[in-house]
């Protein structure tokens, strides 16, 4: 048995924890390519379903540490924003009792934190079977709002995704996870000397990571906020026509050899330069699908409005990248009210 299930296992032994979380569940089975380690559980002094995120044992690190108090922080200072998920506990912690196959036995501490467990998530949205337009785009909305809040707080997710989307009854929707999420003024934390000298992508979703990322700019904090945008426009692809859009644009692998290329052969003064003819190449090659060719009937009168939104959002280019939330507001507030009166155009 690996350590990672080991651990989970003892976890889900417990009864309580801290004398108040009752019988956890894992969320998602056990991977060491995840961050932490997450279960559900109920709690008794606030009578909810609760989230409880575990530092991943297998992933000690100082970045890792780092990230973890860091997202343990942004919680605490948005808990007066509607949008971002109710902070219950942080940096809690539990001792566990490890034994190996020759009866010895290890002691280790796992630090954790506590937020309110949603109803389901953006994913689970995507994938059912129902497809109401304008609760769609009044979903897309709330999501708009949330980063124009964050962003007005100085603060990008920088791993938005449609499971970090979390759905609270009413269809409230709240962000998760901001381990990987960057204050303005705050350190800036990096994965090692060798991440950082790469240029390499954070450690995110390549699904929804902005092409400039890939491109050399990843560890440079004033392009994380343009790149909360391209997301968007990823998400917003998505939920009209549930299928991601990274699968009609450059694949990842091509991007590693771009990143790769940039590693090698081009020091900060030419990184500009030659990111304008890698998105050259880029949208010459992969330019972004239209709606038309993918959405369902329910969508189809609104596409040529809605076309507009998602690629001004998910333009390949940080430079033409629409960044402004007052054009965004408008435009879901002019598809909202073409849905609601019924007007093709």
Known sequence: MSLTLAITNLIEDHTFILGRYHKPKRLREPNDNHLSLVFSAYDQKTDKQVVLKFLHPRLESDYARKAFYREAQLLFELHDLACVVPLIESCQYLDLCLSNSEGQHTSTKLIFHVTQQAQSDLTSYINSAQDDALETLDLFWQLCSAIRQLHHRGICHRDLKTCNCVLFPEQQL???????????????????????????????????????????????????????????????????????????????????????????????????????????????????????????????????HLNKLYQGLADLDYASRCTDFIWISSQIAAARQQIILGLPH
């Open 174 to 304: 709240r962000l998760i996870d901001f381990a990987y999420s960057h204050k303005i003024g705050s350190a800036r934390l990096v994965q090692g000397a060798e991440f950082a000298a790469r240029y390499a992508i954070p450690q995110i979703d390549l699904h929804y990571a902005a092409p400039e990322l890939h491109c050399g700019f990843g560890q440079d904090p004033q392009f994380y906020f343009g790149a909360d945008f391209f997301s968007l426009g990823a998400i917003l692809f998505e939920l009209l026509t549930k299928q991601k859009l990274i699968s009609f644009l450059y694949n990842n692998e091509f991007m590693a050899d771009v990143g790769e290329l940039f590693y090698k052969f081009v020091d900060d003064t030419k990184r500009e330069t030659n990111y304008r003819k890698i998105i050259h190449l880029l949208k010459h090659k992969y330019p972004l699908p239209d709606l038309h060719e993918f959405v369902t009937d329910t969508w189809l009168p609104y596409t040529p």
